[in-house]
């Protein structure tokens, strides 16, 4: 007997999610995460019967430097809401080696009770190298969980990089986790971190932490005095907790809830969602436009020897670019060379 899996339907897909069966969920997510030409249409379409259910949850970054605690903090968090009577859905977006092309992929044993929980779902996402540590398709993941019913969506990132601020247009709020480290808490960290988080959590502040965390507490809201507030109508805030002993969580999703209801009332929820929605769709076609550019083998070809021009320094990039866009331009156009530079001239 064959042991593969019944192929699913567009209209299987979309059925399952609205009845919240987390199987046909993490499926959806495969479909989507999947660069197979047969799996892109469905994915596209399955999406756009969704979307009239997305869009109702409070989606949440968190980001951190290595150790920091971030899965411990998730799942403490994750618990505390499941509790409350929310339902969790964690995309843990992990590292992708840059030689094997593997991925960690540990965190469901990282959040062993939240897992077990049935108003939770775990997905850990390999990041594929994307930029700031998000993987390519979590925003499409994000709508599918928002979609199954999910109100509380934690997006947990790679950590602290200059390239980590693009998670801040996948979010509503965006905390940034830190330790307490004898006075050293603001070296190595980016000041562009500091100034797109709405609150920074100074964890692990018990047993002999908790002074440290306070004195970390008072160096990080005199720095953040001094930048101009990223959310319209809120400054950031600063708080410390313990997710190993779950001191602070509650009041972590206190503030995560003043501040929505801050932001629903001033319009910069919405705001910032619709702006957020026009910029990934403008790096999504930014893709597609490379992608078709570098479709076309003579275009490749010539690419590849311009490359390696301008990295023997014999030719401009800027000269090298213009060669490009008009060889493109003359094979879409059907012009001759001299009418196509004629016309970019």
Known sequence: MSSRR??????????GIQQSDRSILGRTITLIESNAPE???????VL??????????????????PGAGKSTLIEALGLHLVEAGHRVAVLAVDPTSGLSGGSILGDKTRMEQLSRSPDSFIRPSPSGGALGG????????????????????????VGVGQSEVSVRSLVDFFLLLQIPGGGDELQGIKRGI????????????????????????????????????????????????SALT????????QTIQRFKDITVRNGFF??????????????????????????????????EKLEAQVVADRLPPTHAARQLIEAFEEQWSGETPDRVKNRTR
């Open 134 to 157: 998000v993987a390519r398709k979590t925003r499409e993941s994000m709508l599918v969980c928002e979609a199954a019913g999910y109100d509380v969506i934690l997006i947990e990132t």
């Open 48 to 65: 756009s019967e969704l979307m009239p259910l997305t869009g109702q949850s409070i989606r949440i970054g968190i980001t951190g430097i």
């Open 39 to 45: 799996h892109i249409g469905l994915a596209q379409d």
């Open 270 to 303: 919405q705001q910032r969602r619709s702006e957020q929605a026009r910029t990934w769709m403008r790096t999504i076609l930014q893709d597609q436009v490379m992608h078709l550019f570098l479709a076309s083998p003579r275009i490749k070809t010539l690419a």
């Open 6 to 15: 019944k192929a699913l339907t567009r209209k299987d897909y979309v059925a």
């Open 194 to 241: 500091i100034e797109i988080a709405d609150a920074i959590l100074i964890n692990k502040a018990d047993g002999d932490n908790v002074q440290r965390a306070r004195a970390a507490r008072s160096e990080f809201e005199m720095a953040i005095h001094y930048l101009m507030p990223v959310t319209t109508g809120w400054q950031t805030r600063v708080r410390t907790c």
């Open 246 to 253: 779950g001191e602070g969580i509650p009041e972590l999703w």
